[in-house]
């Protein structure tokens, strides 16, 4: 529990009331009980945060309230943000191997990690300082992870992986995996042998049931602060750049080289190949087939500059009137004929 005085000093903001009134939780306006903080971005929120049961609001506009304490900040959504590890903290995991563990005598484990039940630790890993495995964790040969980084229960890394510091890597995603390579020879797909690995830098945070191939001979990368939604694929030699986000179901095909800050909204399909600026915007469902350079805004199947595309969806639109006017001017033009 918390003061608002002491929240407002922690969120870098000011108390509006009683700063001395004691928070206990923080919920939305429509489920807030007494002694709860909620919040309001704008005023049919604060509305109804007003009418609730809650001790205080979190603002970032002129608003005032005869009956509420307010804790005004710069921008409320990112006070929310701060805000809820400190009601809803994570939970701690102590320091140890679990008995049912299996480590290679070969691995460095750092005295402060974590490493859960039925873990399989392979040969000359190494576990950095307060990482976490919670469970089940499979780790091949060779692999590194950084310190602070969390592997939620499931998750598989091939050999050679490389995860950096305050990685959040969720349920059941599988990261190295062999890449999609084949030629065909005398009438079969040989497989290609995919022998790079892939690299995941620092405060990356990867959804559940995610995929990320090894590369074929280099590695498959993804940048510092980048953001992936679950169900996602990348494919191999793939780079992504630094904090980007890309949504749910994405496929991006092998060696296509993604910018810094850009956005790959759901589920988006980029071919092979194909280089994508920085602060790129790709809306949702769009089959990229061609490079996008810096700054652009593409959608569509396949995907082209946004005004481009919105000018032919309108135009689609409008082809059954224009359809309809075409055969009555067939129909005019026949009767004057007879």
Known sequence: MFTAAQLAQELQGEVVGDGSVVLTGFAPAV???AGDLTFAENEAFFAKAEQSAAAAILVDGPFTSACKVLL?????RIAFARVLPL???EKKFPAGVHPSAVVAPSAQIDPTAHVGPFCHIGEEVQIGARAVLQGGNHLGDHCVIGAETNLFPGVI????TRI???VRIHAGTVIGADGFGYVFDAGIHRKVPQVGLVIIHDDV????NVTIDRGALGPTVIGPGTKIDNLVQIAHNVTVGEHCL?????GVAGSTQIGNYTTLAGQVGLAGHLKIGDKVIVAAQSGVMHDIPDGGKWLGAPAQPDREAKRQIIALHQLPALIRRVHELEKRLAEKAE
């Not at 890394?157 to 050679?160: G, K, M, N, T, V």
């Not at 945070?205 to 559940?208: F, T």
């Open 164 to 166: 950096g510091r305050r």
């Open 157 to 160: 890394l091939y050999s050679l």
């Open 205 to 208: 945070e990867i959804g559940a």
């Open 72 to 76: 005004r900040v710069p921008n409320a």
């Open 246 to 250: 890309v949504v749910a179901q994405v």
């Open 87 to 89: 009601f809803f903290p």
């Open 31 to 33: 489920t807030a009980k």
